[in-house]
């Protein structure tokens, strides 16, 4: 349902843009983010966007650094990262999120690896 790509190795200070491909036709219904994981601690929340893009969240160890967007059109999500540090390296997992009828549907992408060098 969910295809994450754009992780790569990169030194600090530099940029990476993450995609989110879904498969989804409601694609526009869900709340979409960003989670990642690194090695021994739990996944954490990174971003996440409304269905509108009205409403964004970040954590406080990104704001001003990375920017989540969406295009519904394209059912796709994206996460720009700049000024990476070291400590954002973790794999980064996309998303989605809706609730409707009382039923609650949850999806994950596989992860990629976003790695980076001091």
Do not use: H
């Amino acid at each position: 349902q969910l295809e994450d790509s754009g992780g790569g190795l990169v030194q600090a200070g530099a940029s990476l843009r993450l995609s989110c491909a879904a498969s989804e036709r409601t694609f526009s219904s869900y709340v979409m983010g960003w989670f990642r994981q690194a090695p021994g601690k739990e996944r954490e929340l990174v971003a996440r966007i409304n269905w509108n893009a009205a409403s964004t969240d970040y954590a406080d160890s990104v704001k001003g650094r990375f920017t989540i967007s969406r295009d519904n059109a394209k059912n796709t999500v994206y996460l720009q990262m700049n000024s990476l540090k070291p400590e954002d390296t973790a794999v980064y997992y996309c998303n989605a999120y809706r609730t409707l009828a009382g039923t609650i549907n949850l999806y994950w992408g596989q992860g990629t690896q976003v790695t980076v060098s001091s």
